[in-house]
C-alpha cells in the first residue's frame, strides 16, 4: 500500500506579541492509501492547526510533511499550490461553494482551476461525480439554491474531481441535521469503499469516529491515541 | 444560467460570474462610470469642435507659417556716439533663390504644402472709388492647399488667369462692382492693369473681404515691380501646432523672417491652450474620482468574496489566477462604463445640435463625437478600471487561505 501522507516531527507555532505559542509539538503520522480515518480532540488541541498543515493551506515552523512521496518543506508557493491542487481535496463544515456558479460548474472549478479552460471532458467528469454523490437533477442549480446537504455533497463531489490523493473533511456533517449528517457520513464511507480514495476526517462527534476504521486522538498539540477501529 | 463557453479562460468566465452576481453594486458603478465617461466625452467633443471651429476661422486666411525677407536695418557706418539711428522704411523685397528654398521646403516632410505669393499693397480703382488694397498674386493650385480660398467663393470661380482677379464681397460692395465688371489696380510705384473680376470670396472676416485682392502670380510680380521673385513664402504643415517650433528652425536655417500662425495670434492662441488645459485638468481628476469609485467597490467585493477566494485558493487557484479575476473585473467595469458614457454624450450631443443653434436654425459650430474619440475613451476608462483594480487584486491574490476560510 502506498504512502499517502508521512508527517515527520511536524511542529508548529504562533508569534503572539512577544511570546511564541507552540500549538503543535513534534507530530510523527503515516496515512496509507485507502485509509478513512477519523481525527478527534477537544477544541483547542490544535486539530485545525495539524489540518491546515496536512491542507498545505499553512506550512509549519519545522519538521518535515509528504503528500504522495514528495517532500514539501522547501517548495515556493506556487508549487505548493499546484500541489494542494492536484493531490488534496477539501470538505468544510461551511461547504463553502462559489455561489455565482451552478453545481455543476462548482465540481468542474478544481478541473478549470487547473487547465484554464472549460472543455467537455471535464463537464463529463463533474456530471459523474453529481451522479455519484445523487445530485444529477441539480446540476444546472446555482449553489446558493440548493439545501445544506445538497451543498454538502456537491462540495464532495468538488473535492473528488481531481481525484485527490487524500480528501480532508473538517466536520463535514457539523451544519447538517443528524438524519442528513448520516447520509453525508454514508456517502463518504461509501467513496471510499469504492474508490479506495483516502480520507482524513476531523469531527467531534464520538459517533461518526466510531465509524471509521482508524482514531487518531490529539490533546494540546500531541497525538495521544493512535488506533484501528471496527466499525459496527 | 448559460453554459460555460469553451473559450473563455477560467480568470475572464470568474470575472463576468462575480459582476454578474453583484447585480447592483456593478450596475451602480458602471452607472458611475458612464457617468464620468459621458462628462468627459461630451466635454471633449465640445471642446474640440469649439476650438477647431476658433481656430478655421482665425487661419481662413493666414498659412500656418509665412517665411518673409530679413528686414533691412540702416547701420552707422562709425561708431559715432550721438548719432541716431532712424529705423529705415522697409522696401517691397523678393526672397533670395526662392525657386531653390521652395524646392528644399516641398522636400521637408514636416510641410504638406508650399505656396509662394507675391503681395504688396496697391489701390483699387473704379469710376469714383479707390480703395486701399492688399494684392495677392498666387499660384491657386499652391495656395489652396495653404488657405483653402476656394471653399470661399460665394460667386464665379477661383481663375486667376493674365487680366483676372478674384475680390472679396465687401471690396466688390464698396466699389459697385460684380462678376464681369472691369476693375484697375494702380500699384504705389505706378505701374497699372486693368483686370476682369471673375470671382468673388468671403473669408468670414470684414477686413479681409474689404482688402484682399487675389491675381496671377505674374500679374502680382508686374505691378508690385518683382520680376520673378516673390515677397512671402506660405507654408501649410501637417501639425499645425508645430508651426512655431519649425518656424524657428526655419529663420535659423534660411536667415529669413519666419513667423507662424501662433505667434502672430500668440494671445487667441494662449486662451487656446489655458482652455484646454484647463479641460484636461478636469478630465485627470474626473478620470481619477472614476478609479476611485472602481476601487473602493472593488476594495468591497474583495471583503465579501473572502471565504471565495479562500476556497479557490485551496483548490489549487494560483495568486495570479486570482489577481487577474479581480484585474479583469475593473477593466469590464470601465469598457462597459465607458460605452454607457459614449451613449449618454451622444445624447447630449444631440440635444445640443437641437438646442445651441444660429437664430437660422444652423448648429452653432459644427460638433462631432468621432469614432476614434469613443474607442480612445473606452480604450482609456478600460485602462483606468484595470490600474483601479491593482491594490484590491493585490489583496486578494495574498489573502491567506486559512484565514480567509474561518473568517
Not at chain 1, 490544535?46 to 498545505?56: A, D, H, M, P, V
Not at chain 2, 465688371?181 to 473669408?203: C, E, H, M, P
Request: overall charge neutral.
Amino acid at each position: 500500500m502506498a504512502e499517502v501522507l508521512r508527517l515527520s516531527q511536524l511542529r508548529k507555532s504562533y508569534l503572539s506579541g512577544e511570546e511564541e505559542t507552540e500549538i503543535l509539538h513534534g507530530i510523527d503520522l503515516s496515512l496509507q492509501s485507502g485509509e478513512f480515518a477519523a481525527l478527534i480532540g477537544p477544541s483547542g488541541s490544535g486539530k485545525s492547526t495539524l489540518l491546515n498543515l496536512i491542507g498545505l493551506l499553512d506550512r509549519p515552523s519545522s519538521g518535515e510533511l509528504q503528500i504522495s512521496g514528495s517532500a514539501t518543506s522547501h517548495l515556493p508557493e506556487a508549487a505548493i499550490t499546484r500541489l494542494r491542487g492536484q493531490h488534496i481535496g477539501f470538505v468544510f463544515q461551511q461547504h463553502l461553494l462559489i455561489p455565482a456558479f451552478t453545481a455543476l460548474e462548482n465540481v468542474m472549478m478544481p478541473l478549470l482551476v487547473e487547465r484554464g479552460r472549460p472543455d467537455p471532458q471535464m463537464r463529463q467528469r463533474a456530471a459523474e461525480l453529481l451522479a455519484a454523490v445523487g445530485l444529477s437533477d441539480r446540476a444546472d442549480y446555482l449553489a446558493g439554491k440548493l439545501s445544506g446537504g445538497q451543498q454538502q455533497r456537491v462540495a464532495i463531489a468538488r473535492a473528488l474531481a481531481m481525484r485527490p490523493a487524500l480528501v480532508l473533511a473538517d466536520e463535514p456533517t457539523g451544519n447538517l441535521d443528524t438524519q442528513t449528517a448520516d447520509s453525508i457520513f454514508s456517502l463518504l464511507r461509501r467513496i471510499n469503499q469504492e474508490d479506495g480514495t483516502t480520507f482524513l476526517i476531523v469531527t467531534h462527534d464520538p459517533r461518526l469516529a466510531a465509524r471509521c476504521d482508524r482514531i487518531i486522538e490529539l490533546v494540546d498539540g500531541r497525538i495521544t491515541a493512535d488506533r484501528e477501529n471496527h466499525p459496527a | 444560467m448559460p453554459a460555460l463557453s469553451s473559450w473563455l479562460p477560467f480568470e475572464w468566465i470568474a470575472a463576468t460570474r462575480f459582476l454578474r452576481e453583484g447585480r447592483a453594486q456593478t450596475l451602480l458603478i458602471i452607472v458611475a462610470v458612464g457617468v464620468g465617461v459621458a462628462v468627459i466625452v461630451f466635454m471633449s467633443a465640445l471642446l474640440s469642435g469649439l476650438q477647431g471651429n476658433l481656430v478655421k476661422r482665425t487661419l481662413s486666411s493666414q498659412a500656418h507659417v509665412v517665411l518673409l525677407p530679413t528686414e533691412e536695418i540702416a547701420r552707422p557706418q562709425q561708431d559715432d556716439a550721438g548719432a541716431v539711428i532712424q529705423r529705415q522704411a522697409q522696401r517691397l523685397r523678393s526672397i533670395d533663390q526662392w525657386q531653390a528654398l521652395r524646392a528644399r521646403l516641398e522636400s521637408l516632410p514636416e510641410i504638406s504644402a508650399v505656396s509662394p505669393v507675391a503681395s504688396g499693397p496697391a489701390f483699387a480703382v473704379r469710376n469714383e472709388a479707390n480703395k486701399a488694397i492688399s494684392l495677392y498674386g498666387i499660384v491657386p493650385e499652391h495656395y489652396i492647399q495653404v488657405i483653402d480660398l476656394h471653399e470661399k467663393i460665394v460667386a464665379g470661380e477661383l481663375r486667376v488667369n493674365a487680366g483676372e482677379a478674384v475680390i472679396g464681397i465687401e471690396l466688390a460692395r464698396e466699389l459697385g462692382a460684380g462678376l464681369g465688371d472691369k476693375l484697375r489696380v494702380n500699384a504705389s510705384n505706378g505701374a497699372t492693369d486693368t483686370l476682369t473680376i471673375v470671382g468673388l470670396f468671403d473669408l468670414g472676416n470684414k477686413i479681409a473681404n474689404g482688402r484682399n485682392v487675389y491675381v496671377g502670380l505674374r500679374s502680382a510680380q508686374n505691378l508690385l515691380d518683382l520680376i520673378g521673385g516673390v515677397s512671402n513664402i506660405d507654408l501649410a504643415l501637417r501639425d499645425m501646432y508645430a508651426a512655431e517650433t519649425l518656424a524657428q528652425r526655419l529663420a535659423g536655417e534660411t536667415g529669413l523672417v519666419a513667423d507662424s500662425w501662433i505667434k502672430t495670434n500668440s494671445q487667441f492662441f494662449t486662451a487656446l491652450n489655458s482652455q484646454r488645459m484647463s479641460s484636461n485638468l478636469i478630465r485627470f481628476f474626473i478620470a481619477l474620482s472614476v478609479a476611485f469609485g472602481i476601487a473602493s467597490v472593488l476594495v468591497v467585493s474583495v471583503v465579501q468574496r473572502a471565504k471565495e477566494i479562500g476556497i479557490l485558493r485551496a483548490m489549487g487557484t494560483r495568486q495570479g489566477q486570482i489577481l487577474r479575476i479581480f484585474l479583469l473585473q475593473g477593466g469590464i467595469v470601465g469598457l462597459l462604463g465607458s460605452l454607457l458614457g459614449s451613449a449618454l454624450a451622444l445624447l447630449c450631443l444631440t440635444l445640443w445640435r437641437l438646442l445651441a443653434t444660429n437664430p437660422d436654425g444652423t448648429p452653432l459650430f459644427p460638433i462631432e463625437l468621432p469614432p476614434a474619440l469613443v474607442l480612445i475613451t473606452a480604450a482609456g476608462a478600460s485602462l483606468v478600471g484595470v490600474i483601479a483594480a491593482l491594490l484590491p487584486a493585490r489583496r486578494a491574490a495574498r489573502l491567506d487561505p486559512v484565514v480567509a476560510i474561518r473568517g
